[in-house]
């Protein structure tokens, strides 16, 4: 299994940007989907996550109501929107995946249950 994000970029507090994770050598339907970032110095953390089971969302405090993820299995892809961005966004995004776990839970802890991890996008919140 491979994924690969991109779509991250600089932008002004308060904008917006939509990640994606596209998802080769097993169908999107098999794997339940989490987004995490890591800042320097910080732990890496969760900040959405759905399941392959009912696609059941997950957001932490820190992600709801400003970030929405989702997931087009035709195409292999999962998508971040992340609106109203803030300075305390800025990291590194990844997305992670695992078969085993059919809930978010693999989700919680910083990702301790995802098998498999894509190379990050850096995102950038600063005016």
């Known amino acids: 299994v491979q994924l690969q994000a991109s779509g991250g970029g600089s932008v002004q507090p308060g904008g917006s940007l939509r990640l994606s994770c596209v998802a080769s050598?097993?169908?999107?339907?098999?794997?339940?989907i989490g987004w995490f970032r890591q800042a320097p110095g910080k732990d890496r953390e969760e900040v959405a996550c759905?399941?392959?089971?009912?696609?059941?969302?997950y957001y932490p405090d820190s992600a709801k109501g400003r970030f929405t993820i989702s997931r087009d299995n035709a195409k292999n892809e999962v998508f971040l929107q992340m609106d109203s961005l803030k300075p305390e966004d800025t990291a590194v995004y990844y997305c992670?995946?695992?078969?085993?776990?059919?809930?978010?839970?693999?989700?919680?802890?910083?990702?301790?249950?995802?098998?498999?991890w894509g190379k990050g996008t850096q995102v950038t919140v600063s005016s």
């Open positions: 992670a995946a695992t078969e085993f776990y059919g809930t978010v839970a693999g989700c919680y802890s910083g990702g301790y249950g995802m098998e498999y």
């Open positions: 050598g097993v169908t999107l339907d098999r794997l339940s």
């Open positions: 759905i399941a392959k089971s009912d696609s059941t969302t």
